[in-house]
């Protein structure tokens, strides 16, 4: 299967739903990007600053780049002139760098609040309350170079899916608490980012509204030295 086939079946699969792909473009030359843009992906996710920021002059202007990986403050500047949402937004130093940088190039940069979810110490994001404590705070709200658009989540990675339904539903319900205590009157507040290449099925059920998908479209990654 072709990428091109990879995408016409993903964009099958969400054609009567309200859920949108993100390609995971993460480790694969532009000439792979370029190959998905021309069958159709517009939105691209990469989990690495530099990374991101070598690819996106290669790639036509109407992409929409998404950050997902862990983000240090000290390089969201090399993203903040072109970077579309930043999906991996835990503290309220990171939101008040973003909204440092992208007001230099005067422009409001997007954001999701990444969640805790999997049973797994390793993977990173707040608590509810944590989450709340930082919108409640009055430096949350003088941030008009970033707008929350929802939350994100990387469920464990198991093959139960009982456990994955429940982690899915967890962040559905932080989505939803959030949505009704602070951004009632803002529909730009409707994205779920969860589901990934081995589970995006469970999670649009659940009520995804972006899928994140790598490997089912490219292939697997392969990370080592000459690659
Ligand atoms: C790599 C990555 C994905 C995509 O994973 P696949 O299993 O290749 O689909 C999704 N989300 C995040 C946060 C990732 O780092």
Known sequence: MSIADNLR?????????????VTVTKTHPVEKLQEAYDAGARLFGENKVQEM??????LPADVEWH?????QTNKVKYIAPFVHTIQSIDSLK?????????AK???????????????????????LAEAQLLLR?????????????????VATNTPDETQLRREFQ?????????????FANQPEFREISMGMSADYRLAIAEGSTLIRVGSAIFGARSYGVAS
């Not at 079946?9 to 792909?21: E, G, K, N, Y």
């Not at 950050?67 to 983000?71: M, T, Y």
């Not at 008009?144 to 994100?152: A, E, I």
């Open 137 to 153: 705070s009055d430096a949350y709200r003088a941030l008009p170079h970033v707008q929350l658009t929802g939350v994100m989540g």
């Open 67 to 71: 950050l997902i990986g862990r983000l």
């Open 9 to 21: 079946f993903f964009q099958a699969q969400l054609a009567d739903t309200s859920c949108r792909l």
């Open 170 to 182: 967890e962040l559905r319900g932080y989505f939803e608490q959030l949505k009704a205590e602070f």
């Open 53 to 58: 920021a070598a690819k996106q002059p290669a």
């Open 94 to 102: 990171l939101l008040q760098e973003i909204e440092k940088q992208a």
């Open 105 to 127: 190039h005067q422009r409001v940069v997007r954001g999701l609040l990444q969640f805790h979810i999997a049973d797994e110490e390793t993977k990173s994001g707040l608590s």
